[in-house]
């Protein structure tokens, strides 16, 4: 069964930084696009950051400039580095692993940005 772990989430002053981790495992990780969503309470999950299995990103307009998505295929491991965190960036971040064989899910990450 395919395994998803983030990890990196906490609580940041507006204007932090952190770096979210997902680790994965029992997944031909080349194969998989991944992508990071976000559910902050009340509102539905939207899509953050995604790289497709060759590399090729892909921004929400609001995090364009401040997140950057990255892929280890060795480490099979994916990145999402954040910057210049907004109070609006607080909510539940969520890795995704994408394939034909189907969609799976981690279990979430606390991210809260303070004003």
């Known amino acids: 069964q395919v395994q998803l772990v983030e990890s990196g989430g906490g609580l940041v002053q507006a204007g932090g930084s952190l770096r979210l981790s997902c680790a994965a495992s029992?997944?031909?990780?080349?194969?998989?696009?991944f992508g990071w969503y976000r559910q902050a309470p009340g509102k539905q999950r939207d899509m953050v950051a995604a790289?497709?299995?060759?590399?090729?990103?892909t921004y929400a307009d609001s995090v364009k400039g401040r997140f950057t998505i990255s892929r280890d295929n060795v480490k099979n491991t994916v990145l999402l580095q954040m910057s210049n965190l907004k109070p609006e960036d607080t909510a539940v971040y969520y890795c995704?692993?994408?394939?034909?064989?189907?969609?799976?899910w981690g279990q979430g990450t606390q991210v809260t940005v303070s004003s």
């Open positions: 995704s692993a994408q394939a034909l064989a189907g969609t799976h």
């Open positions: 790289i497709t299995s060759g590399g090729n990103t």
């Open positions: 029992r997944i031909t990780f080349s194969i998989y696009a």
